[in-house]
Nanobody, 115 residues
Framework: QVQLVESGGGLAQPGGSLRLSCVTS????????MSWYRQAPGKGRELVAS????????TYADSVKGRFTISRDNAKTTVYLQMNSLKPEDTAVYYC????????WGQGTSVTVSS
């Protein structure tokens, strides 16, 4: 059974940091590129960052470039998102998933950036 379990969200002040984790199971994690997505209140889901499976090449949305870092640990079937210099507009529920041929979404982890 495919599972995506996100964690690490919470309340952060502007300029602060959070590290999100997504533990996966039920599919061969190491062969698939993975992404983090987010959905802000009242908005659609958007792609935040992606990481390739082998060379671990990364790509980022312009809105997070230079502030967020995606990484992965294939042995732990886990993908991470280090978020620095957080802004109020980063407030959203964050999800991980494959880059293509998406599997069922997890519950996400909520991030609120506010003073």
């Amino acid at each position: 059974q495919v599972q995506l379990v996100e964690s690490g969200g919470g309340l952060a002040q502007p300029g602060g940091s959070l590290r999100l984790s997504c533990v996966t199971s039920g599919f061969p994690f190491s062969v698939y590129p993975m992404s983090w997505y987010r959905q802000a209140p009242g908005k659609g889901r958007e792609l935040v960052a992606s990481i390739a499976s082998r060379d671990r090449r990364t790509t980022y949305a312009d809105s997070v470039k230079g502030r967020f870092t995606i990484s992965r640990d294939n042995a732990k079937t886990t993908v991470y998102l280090q978020m620095n210099s957080l802004k109020p507009e980063d407030t959203a529920v964050y999800y991980c998933n494959k880059v293509a041929n998406l599997v069922p979404w997890g519950q996400g982890t909520s991030v609120t950036v506010s003073s």
